[in-house]
């Protein structure tokens, strides 16, 4: 079986919250990339075989203490090097020439002057607009390297050492804000870098079969049935795999919208006729949850009761080793803080949820894969559309959506304004353009007034967000007409509120779930 992991872009971390999108560019240009710790051992890196290797930007400067250093010799592997803001000032640094504060710092918008369009800039005419975020600049340039690009606030906004294959941009390529970046990255991995376009779904799912087969052997497989895309796609693509021997179990966690058990039940035995089983753990997950206000708890506590509703009806049947669920990439970077500095945002209850110690092997085969690669995957696999197109659902369910404690009154206020929103969402013909749309129920009363009496009654927060892959988000303008109909109907159909506001918070800083 051919492997489609042989021509790979490596991208290393030192804390830019931009990092992610260059993986996800490399990845559109058809190459497969992968993020590791800017000081990922040297040793690791070649057994990784990349191709080329990127450095992402970063908060820090070059001279401050404790400021992120990779390692000097990862120069000495005879493969192209791209520096990106706090890359291309790291390897001035590491190469002997010289880094100083900027007099005026760069944010936003620049006019990139080209010097020499051959190279990375090949391609890009006299100039294009691009996007920094900087305030260091390089004073002095090492030697063997020469200005290829510059902006009226930096001399040297581009560099390259083209005979060794180094080049260093003091702007953002990978941001939607560089109009050409796109062509930018392509240079560096295509023309510079000597991959070609293997990385496409319809390989990594000859792959991935292969994998599964080989891994499974005549074991059973369980695999975390929700109804998402996302473990949709897993069912499907382990039964396409191993066939009779995945066993579904759809819990029901006492967590899911309105009609949920319903509709997922009717789906998947009629639809995409998956061997399924239906598991009712409504209570056992509320009485755990019972006074639980931290989230991180509250996920960590639905992670491990997942798997001991697993491990019961594992149980049952003889010859379960494997446990397959829909862990995806973002989910592994948001949870581990394994890439380099950048932070643990939350854990989710697939990864940093789960208990230590489980009696089951991890199947994962999205866990290398961004929201939209899965859909992708799954239409290569010929799931309709209308399940492919689901709007994301957290995997804790609405007690994510609950701030504060979660009793089944606060469940039931929660679930109703959900379906209140998606109903009128999907009626506007918004439902596919938007990545989320949520009710959130707020832990605060406030006062109002209905028939005339007074009223002290709970808050419901609206969330609509656009996104690309879950890492980056935008609120969505809502028309007023769409706002002021759900706030009516929440207010009026919703038994215990009284007012309804609207999140128009992006991510980053916020995050997509209020939890």
Known sequence: MKDIHTEKILVLDFGSQYTQLIARR???????????????????????????????????????????????????LNIPILGICYGMQLMTHLFGGKVARA??????????????????????????????SHGDKIDEMPEGFVAIGHTPNSPVAAMGNVRKGFY????????????KGSEILHNFIFSICGCSPSWTMKSFLDYSLGNIRKAVGKKKVICALSGGVDSTVVATLVSRAVGGQLISIFVNNGLLRKGEVEKVLNLFSETLHLNLKYADAADIFLKKLDGVIDPEQKRKI???????????????RSDVVFLAQGTLYPDVIESVSFKGPSATIKTHHNVGGLPTKMKFKLIEPLRELFKDEVRVLGKEMGIPDDILWRQPFPGPGLAVRILGEITEGRLNILREADAIVLEEI??????????QSFAVLLPVKTVGVMGDERTYENVIALRAVTSMDGMTADWVKLPYELLGRLSNRIINEVKGVNRVVYDISSKPPSTIEWE
């Open 426 to 435: 999907k009626a506007a013909g918004l439902y596919r353009d938007i990545w």
């Open 302 to 316: 639905i992670g491990r009761e997942f798997i001991r509703v697993f491990e019961r009806e594992a149980k049952k």
């Open 26 to 76: 490399v990845r559109e240009a058809k190459v497969y990339s992968e993020i590791m710790p800017y000081n990922t051992p040297l040793g690791k890196i070649k057994k990784f075989r990349p191709k080329g290797i990127i450095l992402s930007g970063g908060p820090s400067s070059v001279y401050q203490k404790g400021a992120p250093l990779c390692s000097r010799k990862i120069f000495d």
């Open 103 to 132: 007099q005026k710092r760069e944010y936003g918008k620049a006019e990139l002057f080209i010097d020499n369009n051959t190279g990375i800039l090949k391609g890009l005419g006299d100039g294009t607009v691009v996007w920094m």
């Open 168 to 179: 260093g941009l003091q702007f953002h390529p990978e941001v939607v804000h560089t109009p």
